[in-house]
């Protein structure tokens, strides 16, 4: 049974047509609310360091500096192949135990960056700076803690 009172019937275009005037006056209203393809709601953009002025820049001046940062680590990679010290035992094992790890941290560092910018080249270039710096670090505790068949020490003998 159809519940319908006495004479009255509804109309609902009139209804409707308040109800959209009810949604228009309501802030970022959709017109077509309810009617068509589903929209996305727009989500404001979080703002960055570098969305001051000059937005048109920005985009060269990170992927300048996602290079820069790749670039240093290749640089520093380099540069522990051709480490001119001994590093045998000692303070200058140390020290080059710290340029080793520097060479790690660059390379995550451009990884990272790299990654954010979407920076196919630089990616894969830091990737390799950061197995590189691991491959260094290896070869020297690797035979330190025993993994090798000749031990290597980590302090120098005192002289007699």
């Known amino acids: 049974m159809a519940s ?60 300048f500096a996602t290079w820069f940062r790749v670039g240093l680590g290749v640089v520093l990679g380099i540069g522990m192949f051709v480490w001119p010290y001994s590093h045998v035992c000692g303070a200058r094992l140390l020290f080059y135990l710290i340029g080793a790890s520097t060479v790690v ?32 670090v290896a070869g020297v505790v690797l035979p330190r803690a025993g993994y090798s068949n000749q031990p290597a020490i980590w302090f120098c003998p005192e002289p007699k």
């Open 4 to 63: 319908k009172e006495k004479g009255k019937e509804h109309d609902w275009d009139r209804e409707m047509r308040e109800v959209d005037k009810l949604l228009a006056k309501l802030p970022e209203a959709d017109p077509t609310l309810g009617r068509g393809v589903p929209t996305v709601p727009k989500t404001p953009r979080m703002a960055g360091p570098g969305d001051a002025a000059g937005a048109g820049t920005t985009g060269a001046v990170t992927a």
């Open 105 to 136: 941290v660059a390379g995550v560092w451009g990884g990272f960056s790299s990654w954010r910018r979407r920076l196919g080249l630089a990616h894969l270039l830091s990737l390799g700076v950061v197995l590189w710096g691991l491959a260094l």
